[in-house]
């Protein structure tokens, strides 16, 4: 079955594809195009997977991709917006990138693994959340065979944002400021696990439904940080920071970086407190979940992979 599938993947350069595509080659599946618009990422791609397509563009505006996605057998839709200050990339890169993807699919009806976010459950409202619910209310009322999975905040190989970003801070910070009392639930979901669902997914072919994919570990924010200092070996002393300190600061530094690594919408939705369904997706899926304590050690200790870091 893999050999004779092809595979698009949009967003390709990201956290999900990167740690997605090492995973399809070790399972057998050769053919598959990975299209990104971010040249350092998709550099780092082509460098790691000579033997994939990728195609660099912008979904929202460029041409010259069509023909690749309509010819997949399966199309993994990972592209998205997570941060940033300027509500049209939310648009542009959820919601018009998206309508343009199906257009270029439509009558050809690839199978569809639509890779949604908890937020669109949330009790948060951003752009973020905003954006990526009109993107799944696209995706379901395509007619396209789809399957749509919503993970909750995810770490793993490339992590540039969230876990991976902090790791990174911890590393070489005097001491790591955490907002309020920490004291945020958090269902922080393993990328390796989540990419096990997709192929999963792409094998056994479910259809018109969605599922909402937690971490299976329910655990405080601030004890997460302490979790990541372990696996990273981090010495910074973790020192809360009454919120509004923290959220000042947030905002004078998004003054001078237009694309932060956390921005006060972030911070306020961080502090939002949900809880998000658990279900039984190693039963469904068939598939294994990494303990929480394995899966940082396997993210931040990788040989290889867990020295590459993406760019914003």
């Not at 033997?51 to 979904?59: G, K, Y």
């Not at 439509?106 to 639509?114: F, L, M, S």
Request: glycine share 6%.
């Amino acid at each position: 079955m893999p050999a004779s599938l092809k595979i698009a993947l949009t967003g390709a350069a990201g956290l999900v594809g990167q740690n997605l595509i090492p995973r399809l080659k070790t399972r057998g599946f050769t053919d598959i195009v990975a299209i990104d618009k971010h040249p350092a990422n998709t550099a780092i791609l082509r460098r790691l997977h000579p033997d994939v397509t990728v195609i660099e563009t912008d979904l929202a505006t460029g041409d010259g991709w069509q023909d690749a996605v309509a010819a997949a057998d399966v199309l993994v839709l990972s592209h998205a917006q997570i941060g940033g200050l300027d509500p049209a990339a939310f648009t542009a890169n959820n919601v018009t990138a998206t309508q343009r993807v199906i257009a270029a699919v439509r009558g050809k009806a690839p199978y569809v693994v639509h890779l949604s976010s908890s937020v669109v459950e949330s009790a948060a409202n951003d752009w973020y959340t905003q954006s990526k619910d009109a993107q799944e209310r696209l995706v379901v009322g395509s007619g396209l065979p789809a399957v749509v999975l919503r993970p909750t905040l995810m770490f793993g190989w490339f992590d540039r944002k969230h876990l991976g970003w902090l790791a990174r801070f911890m590393r070489r910070a005097p001491i790591f400021p955490v907002p309020g009392s920490g004291r945020y639930l958090r269902q922080p979901l393993y990328a390796g696990d989540f990419c096990d669902i997709i192929m999963a997914c792409i094998q056994q072919r479910p259809t018109d439904k969605a599922y909402n994919i937690s971490g299976l570990t329910r655990i405080d924010y601030i004890d997460l940080i302490r979790a990541v200092k372990e696996a990273v070996g981090a010495r910074a002393p973790i020192v809360r920071i009454p919120y509004s300190a923290f959220w000042a600061m947030l905002y004078v530094y998004g003054l001078f970086d237009r694309d932060p690594p956390f921005t006060t919408k972030q911070l306020e939705a961080l502090v939002t407190p949900d809880l998000f369904e658990e279900i039984d997706w190693p039963t469904i899926f068939g598939v294994r979940a990494t303990p929480l304590k394995a899966a940082l050690a396997e993210a931040f200790r990788d040989p290889v992979y867990s020295q590459i870091a993406l760019e914003f």
